[in-house]
């Protein structure tokens, strides 16, 4: 593949290359545009249109799943257009936050759902992660997306965190990095340019930068041994670009209530200067409730940028005081036009090795590669599936006449998913009693009735639910009462494998990592022993299984009688 890309760009003719404008040719105002990454949709960027024509905003982020993918690949040719007449033709670039697994997984844009970072984590196979990185990237860029702000590389230590979670690979830092560098290569084969998150690492805290701000209170030794080994291995494989946390670390030299990206002490001494990083930096939201709760969006861009930051990321109402705020600070002599100038080099220099100035318009993927794709999904899942217990329950073997129950606790966002688990374990065993429960403090009322239904089953497929929130009380008891009941249980973690602790007593436990359609297929295959177990715990289950923990031998006899 890197060969036959060689070989591509070689044929492109020399005045295909358009050259970046020079610095010094650049006004203020086109410099700190450069700098600005705003969240968009179509009518947010109409009302940016003049910046855009003006030279005046650099990029955008694609709103959560407000595009489909002919509207995303509109979108993308529309700002391509626009950018071509700027002054000095600098193209316009489009991020989107798009990690795989279930929760930051643009829904709308029709690529490939792929298992997440956990699942991943679980299967442990650096192929799988590079080819799926790889596909990913091809998908996105045939949208007329060049950004995306994965993999997410913290190391997952804490399983009371609120945000990270399944979205790490698990909790060995060796895992972690080298998973990510596979992922950064797939990336890269596929042309896109990828985000290593969130520096020095997100995984140890009990608190969600999106709401507040987390603190570590661990000394660099620690960091060292476990949060900064995957980052060490990414910038030392080349990574391009990095975004650092909305945390506070004080071994990194941060005071008490400065998080690192506006800190240029961890930023610009300990990121550039003993982590030897000379890539781009991308802030993250300068909107979330860590920054804008303290500083607001237009001072924090500035410290931001004095911190070390290059591209700035923010809401959709913030950019114009922000970037009034940012050229202001550069005419008062707060900020230098060479700060400037050293952070849009870097962002030019992006945009030229990912081919922005060429102006290509993306090619769409064929049917057959997009079904690859999806084929490749299914493989992950099923290497990931990891059987946490059993006692001869899975396979289920049931009769004709058995009646199964299928209780599924999950969030309102997960219904359609919900309803896929359900369509495969009625293919496999038609007589199901089916009952959805709220995630989110469901009700004495609908508890007494989800225990009604499935009251005397042959069995019971419980599915779990928990990220974010520690699950609702209710939803508690409820798991509690199943696994008391007569009926034999088969817990499917379907989400953070953490909650398995709920369900020590059933009598078989699945871990899926994740509601995606591939990862709950798997877990009823394996359910219905028409797959073997494969995969192993990446992160330790208190008082349920350590890490590395997953029955692979293969169940015996599992089908339907």
């Not at 990414?234 to 670009?241: E, T």
Request: hydrophobic share 45%; with cysteine.
């Amino acid at each position: 593949m890197k060969i036959l890309f060689a070989l591509l760009l070689a044929l492109i003719p020399p005045a295909a290359q358009a050259a970046p404008p020079m610095l010094q040719d650049l006004s203020i105002e086109e410099l700190a545009g450069q700098l600005f990454m705003i969240a968009v949709d179509t009518s947010i960027a109409v009302d940016r249109e003049a910046d855009i024509r003006a030279g005046r905003l650099g990029g955008g982020l694609l709103r959560w799943d407000r595009f489909t993918g002919a509207e995303a690949a509109a979108f993308t040719a529309k700002m391509r257009e626009w950018s071509a007449d700027s002054p000095h033709k600098i193209p316009f670039w489009v991020s989107t936050d798009h990690e795989g697994g279930p929760t930051f997984t643009q829904r709308k844009y029709g690529v490939t759902p792929f298992p997440g970072n956990m699942a991943l984590g679980a299967a442990g196979s650096e192929a799988l992660v590079k080819d799926m990185a790889r596909s990913t990237a091809l998908e996105l860029r045939a949208l007329g997306i060049h950004v995306t702000f994965a993999p997410v590389i913290d190391v997952n230590s804490n399983p009371l965190n609120p945000i990270v979670g399944l979205r790490s690979f698990g909790e060995d830092p060796a895992l972690v990095a080298r998973l990510g560098n596979a992922a950064l290569a797939g990336y890269r084969e596929g042309g896109l340019l990828a985000v290593v998150k969130h520096f020095p690492g997100h995984g140890d805290t009990s608190e969600d930068s999106h709401l507040g701000l987390p603190v570590s209170t661990k000394t660099l030794a620690e960091l060292d041994a476990v949060e900064l080994v995957p980052f060490r291995a990414a910038f030392a494989a080349g990574a391009a670009a990095v975004m650092p946390a909305h945390m506070v670390f004080p071994a990194l030299g941060t005071d008490p209530v400065t998080p690192v990206t506006l800190s240029s002490a961890a930023t610009s001494g300990f990121l550039r200067g003993r982590m030897a990083f000379n890539g781009l930096i991308f802030s993250d939201s300068l909107d979330m409730g860590a920054i804008a709760n303290v500083h607001g969006s237009s001072q924090a861009a500035i410290g931001a940028l004095e911190a070390g930051v290059d591209v700035l990321l923010l809401g959709k109402a913030d950019f114009p005081s922000a970037f009034a705020a940012l050229v202001d600070a550069v005419k008062n002599g707060r900020v230098s036009r060479a700060r400037l100038e050293r952070s849009v080099a870097r962002v030019l220099k992006a945009k030229r090795r990912f081919e922005l100035f060429e102006r290509k318009a993306p090619r769409p993927l064929s049917a057959e590669l997009l079904e690859k794709h999806r084929r490749l999904a299914r493989r992950a899942a099923e290497a990931a599936v990891t059987l946490v217990r059993n006692d001869g329950t899975i396979p289920l073997r049931l009769k004709d006449g058995d009646r199964l129950g299928l209780v599924m606790i999950h969030a309102p966002r997960y219904a359609e998913e919900s309803a896929l688990f359900a369509a495969e374990i009625t293919k496999r065993h038609p007589l199901v009693d089916i009952v959805d429960v709220p995630a989110m403090y469901p009700s004495t009322t609908t508890i007494e009735a989800a225990l009604a239904k499935v009251a005397g089953a042959s069995a019971v497929i419980l599915g779990t639910y928990q990220y974010g929130t520690p699950t609702a009380p209710n939803a508690a008891l409820l798991i509690r009462r199943l696994v008391d009941s007569s009926s034999p249980i088969v817990a499917v973690s379907m989400m953070n494998p953490y909650d398995l602790s709920l369900s020590t007593g059933a009598n078989a436990a699945v871990c899926a990592y994740g509601m995606t359609a591939s990862s709950l297929e798997a877990a009823a295959r394996l359910i219905f022993g028409e797959i073997p177990a494969h995969g192993r715990l990446p992160v330790t289950l208190p008082g349920v299984a350590a890490r590395g923990a997953g029955l692979i031998k293969k169940p015996s006899g599992g089908r339907t009688q």
